[in-house]
């Protein structure tokens, strides 16, 4: 097993069923990855940030990668794109929008406020995890990121 050990992956997901199929399929993996979840742009930004139950930087971590839903409930994922990448400190943080939306606009908006990547929800589970261990094996073996021990 390959272990991540200075990598996280931060999911911004409202949807248990989704975030619990997507540790099920990293799971099958050959890598050892912490994995955070969030379920709204609030919980989200208080583990950024650092605040509320999330002010110690052991249990939030700063994440390698952001997995951003754009369908949150309250403040959208777009509000949060946009925040964290007008951020000084986390704009270098690579998000990928990974929503069911394949509106062009929602793609175009994503990519006007800087997502990394955006990617479809498929609906059939093959094609899930095909997408997810792409993702995983793209931003987690192929590209070179930040060293998060870098930014504090």
Request: glycine content about 4%.
């Amino acid at each position: 097993m390959e272990t991540l050990s200075t990598k996280s992956l931060l999911v911004i997901e409202d949807s248990d069923e989704d975030f619990i199929a997507m540790q099920r399929i990293i799971g099958k993996l050959s890598v050892t990855l912490p994995v955070y979840h969030c379920v709204d742009a609030e919980d989200a930004l208080d583990f950024l940030y650092h605040q509320g139950e999330y002010t110690d930087q052991e249990i939030a971590p700063r994440p390698s990668v952001i997995m951003l839903d754009l369908n949150l409930p309250g403040t959208d994922g777009l509000e949060v794109l946009a925040q964290i990448k007008q951020d000084e400190q986390l704009k270098m943080i690579p998000v990928v929008v990974f929503t069911t939306s394949s509106n062009p606009k929602d793609i175009e908006s994503c990519y006007n406020y800087g997502a990394n990547g955006y990617m479809i929800k498929p609906i059939d589970v093959i094609k899930l995890e095909e997408s997810i261990r792409n993702f995983i094996n793209y931003w987690f073996k192929v590209v070179t990121l930040v060293n998060a021990l870098e930014h504090h």
